[in-house]
């Protein structure tokens, strides 16, 4: 695989660079235990790389977030997407994470007017009488400019950048790629799950290169908010909307980190919290669909206390049995019932294909974590703690947490932290209270009860309806002696191999030893017709050098493994 990389001639170049920033902050080793050095050697000594300026006082996870930095837009993504795994980083890790912004110039008027005019079917300004050239953002994957409809209405055209999905698909394949070296190479490593959290990563990123997606779960969020006039979702143009273009109206309000501006504009910051948590706790708990990045850049505050959501390109989906999972699960730790959560994140470990977990264990870790809150207020519990220090147990006991809960436990965090910079008292928790009730309670409803005891029934005599064809096929497969049983052990199968490669070995050895002896009497046999054959010694010591040599490699293969 890792020759495939390196015989793509277009992604050399990106290999090289990637190698370069790598060695510049203090990464030399890594890149040298997954068999990047050799190759890279001698374009390292013509490009002059070297160590970043300070790198001793970095810690390692800053080293590995200016390393992202660096590297471009596709891994300051990934490095966001990290920052949700506290499932996987500690603390720091998670901090560092945190800290990686995909702020970049904005791409020139020019470069982005052929693609528009393309995305349109016709010049800009016949569609739009009015378009600021000046974007009013830019980010990594597109930019935003200000625009207004013949009929006067102010919308916002989101493009995305001009040959970024090329670029983000190469430095796919090479995440890939180094994700599938790194658990081959680096077994200290596995434990983070490289290769999964790139391919969850993958599908995360892809989704967000297409904005008809994203408009499509705007268009879900808002249908779901059609009661709520407090929450406000833009309008979609669909007739401009596309794969590389967003259409939609334009919100102009307070942004979520202005509380200057929100105290001027006579607002209610506590209601505001309120009905931000509220709506997200909505879409978690009850919708299944979620805003999964509702950070300040997101959250625009209207007159009338309206709380408006834009940017729906991150989402989370929920069934309805994970929701009811969370709900026992966070319902369990707020009345202290460690068996509850327990038997929840079991559940969760076993779906993920995980390690046999030891129970009392963990039930005695998370007992104790509970124990901490008991007597403790409701108001006082702060979410984005708890999660934290459960998140340190998982970690602790090798559990993980499924990829659809991940995006939402950034949502919470996200959402806490912007509740208390709204209202210092803002109770998260409280909050959430009545929303795990009403998950249960609908789920123990005779409605929900009798349709899960109706597909049971169906399940059931399906099952049964089968079983006589499925026992005659059986029968059958005996009686003609198709019918074998297989068992293998992993362990037995293993030994088994290190036996084949020790006798194949031993075998060798024993040759070599023999073309050592045949050879030494062919060389020192005596008169003319010794003198003709010497040449068949020379055959033979070179072939024993070589069965030597095979035999050391070998050995020193198995040792490192």
């Known amino acids: 695989m890792l020759r495939e990389a390196f015989g793509a001639i277009r992604d050399l170049g990106r290999v090289n660079q990637i190698a370069a920033v790598l060695i510049r902050y203090g990464f030399g080793d890594l890149v040298q235990r997954i068999g990047l050095a050799r190759t890279l050697e001698r374009a390292g000594r ?4 070297q160590t970043a300026e300070g790198i001793a006082q970095m810690t390692l996870p800053t080293r590995l977030r200016r390393s992202m930095e660096d590297l471009g837009p596709t891994f300051v993504k990934l490095g966001q997407v990290l920052a949700t795994r506290v499932d996987l980083f500690p603390p720091d890790w998670i901090a560092e994470f945190g800290r990686l912004q995909n702020g970049v110039p904005a791409v020139p008027w020019a470069r982005v007017l052929p693609q528009l005019r393309e995305d349109l079917g016709d010049e800009p300004h016949h569609v739009f009488p009015v ?5 009013l953002a830019a980010a990594s994957l597109a930019q935003a400019h200000r625009a207004q409809l013949p009929d006067g209405t102010e919308v916002v055209l989101k493009i995305r950048r001009p040959g970024i999905r090329q670029v983000i698909e190469a430095d796919l394949r090479l995440m890939l790629l180094l994700a599938d070296v790194i658990e081959a190479k680096l077994p200290d490593l596995r434990r983070y799950r490289p290769k999964q959290v790139v391919q969850q990563f993958m599908i995360s990123l892809r989704r967000e290169l297409d ?13 779901n908010f059609a009661e709520h006039p407090e929450i406000v979702v833009p309008k979609v143009y669909w ?36 009905r931000g948590a509220q709506a997200v706790l909505k879409m978690v708990l009850e919708d299944g669909l979620f805003h999964a990045d509702p950070h300040p850049g997101n959250v625009f505050y209207l007159p009338g206390n309206r709380i408006a959501f834009i940017d729906f390109g991150m989402v989370g989906w929920l069934s309805r049995e994970r929701r009811y999972q969370l709900a026992q699960l966070l319902h369990g730790l707020a009345i202290h019932d460690s068996e509850s959560a327990v038997h929840v994140l079991i559940d969760w470990a076993e779906a993920e294909g995980d390690a046999v977990v030891d129970e009392t264990r963990l039930l005695a870790d998370i007992d104790a974590f509970v124990d901490q809150y008991r007597g403790i207020p409701l108001r ?19 559990l993980v947490l499924p990829p659809d809960l991940v995006l939402m436990v950034k949502a919470f965090i996200s959402l806490e932290g912007l509740g208390r910079q709204l209202d210092p008292d803002f109770d998260m928790a409280t909050q959430m209270t009545p ?17 899960r005891g109706w597909r049971a029934l169906g399940d059931a005599v399906s099952l049964l309806s089968r079983a006589p064809r499925d026992l005659r ?10 019918l074998h049983l297989q068992v293998e052990i992993t362990s037995l199968k293993a030994f088994g191999e290190q036996i084949d490669r020790a006798s194949n070995r031993l075998t060798l050895g024993v040759v070599t030893a023999a073309l050592i002896v045949g050879s030494s009497i062919v060389m020192h046999a005596g008169g003319e017709a010794g003198s003709k054959v010497q040449w068949l010694g020379i055959i033979g010591f070179v072939a024993a050098a070589l069965g030597g040599f095979w035999i050391l490699v070998s050995i020193l293969r198995s040792r490192r493994k």
């Not at 984005?384 to 602790?396: D, F, G, N, P, Y």
Request: aromatic share 4%; glycine share 6%; hydrophobic share 40%.
């Open 46 to 49: 013509i490009l002059h790389w």
């Open 239 to 274: 007739a401009w909307t596309g794969e590389r273009l967003n259409v939609q109206d334009r919100v102009i309000g307070i942004e979520g980190n202005r509380l200057d501006e929100i105290d001027a504009a006579g607002l209610d910051r506590r209601e505001l919290a309120r």
């Open 131 to 135: 378009i600021d050239q000046t974007p």
């Open 435 to 451: 929303y795990l009730e009403q998950v249960l309670l609908q789920r123990h409803k005779p409605t929900a009860m009798a349709r």
């Open 211 to 223: 904005f008809a997606a994203e408009c499509r779960n705007a268009e879900r969020v808002a249908h």
């Open 473 to 482: 096929q059986l029968l059958r497969s005996a009686r003609s002696g198709r």
């Open 380 to 398: 006082q519990y702060r979410l984005s703690s708890m999660l934290s220090e459960a998140a340190a147990i998982l970690r602790e006991h090798g």
